[in-house]
C-alpha cells in the first residue's frame, strides 16, 4: 500500500545521516521484525490509518550494521521514483552506499 508517512532521523552523528533531514515520502511504510544488532539510523511511526493494528508502532526505515569485516547499509524507502527525487533521501542512500563501500560520500 503506498501512502505518505514521516521519516525520521534517529541518529543525526552517523555519517550517513550528516544533512539529512526528516523526510516525508509516498511509498509502502514497511514493518518488520529487525534484528536487535542493527544500528538504527531512522524510523517512522505507524499512524493506524492504514493499517489499524499496528497504530503507534515505530519501525527503523534505515539501519546499519557489520558482517564480519564488512559493512551493510539497508533502507525502506525508496520504491518510489519521486522519493528518490527527495534530496534528503537522496542523501542518506548516497552517504549509505559510500560509508558501505567505505569511500567519501
Known amino acids: 500500500m503506498k501512502y ?3 521519516v525520521t532521523v534517529t541518529d543525526t552523528g552517523h555519517p550517513i545521516t550528516a544533512g539529512v533531514k526528516d523526510f516525508r ?3 509502502e511504510q514497511y514493518y518488520m521484525s529487525v534484528d536487535p544488532n542493527n544500528h538504527v539510523l531512522a524510523e517512522s511511526t505507524f ?3 492504514h493499517l489499524p493494528w499496528l497504530e503507534g ?3 527503523p526505515q534505515a539501519w546499519t550494521r557489520t558482517w564480519g569485516r564488512g ?3 539497508y533502507s ?3 520504491h518510489d521514483l ?3 527525487q527527495n534530496p534528503d533521501v537522496t542523501r542518506l542512500c548516497t552517504q549509505g552506499f559510500a560509508w558501505a563501500a567505505r569511500q567519501d560520500a
Open 76 to 78: 525502506a524507502v525508496g
Open 25 to 27: 515520502v509516498a511509498s
Open 47 to 49: 499512524t493506524g490509518e
Open 71 to 73: 559493512r551493510v547499509f
Open 57 to 59: 508502532k515505530t519501525i
Open 82 to 84: 519521486d522519493d528518490l
Open 4 to 6: 505518505p508517512y514521516e
